[in-house]
């Protein structure tokens, strides 16, 4: 078994460079990693209830593209994501 001997150097010393070396991986990595966020799906009332409009007005704009409807049989989703950029500032 091979050793590995440390001269002149304190265990305080040789456990702070450890905790830099984890330190400067830990940054490398988070600079990178970015966490899959799930996809909210909302129904046609759901949407109707947030955007504080008729069920009739969120089909409305379905038909007009407004909104990008996701249908499952007979079930309609929206992507919470689209419908939040679907919303365009107002030049008031």
Not at 27 to 38: M, R, S, T
Request: contains cysteine; aromatic residues 8%; glycine residues 4%.
């Amino acid at each position: 078994m091979q050793s590995i001997q440390f001269v002149a150097t304190t265990p305080q010393e040789l456990q702070n460079q450890i905790n830099d070396g984890v330190k400067t991986q830990l940054q490398e990595f988070l600079k990178h990693f970015a966490p899959i966020q799930p996809k909210e799906y909302l129904t046609r009332a759901e949407v109707s209830k947030m955007l504080s409009v008729d069920i009739s007005t969120v089909h409305n704009w379905c038909k007009s593209k407004r909104l990008n409807p996701l249908g499952i049989g007979s079930r309609v989703y929206f992507l919470r994501s689209e419908v939040e950029g679907s919303l365009k500032p107002l030049n008031v």
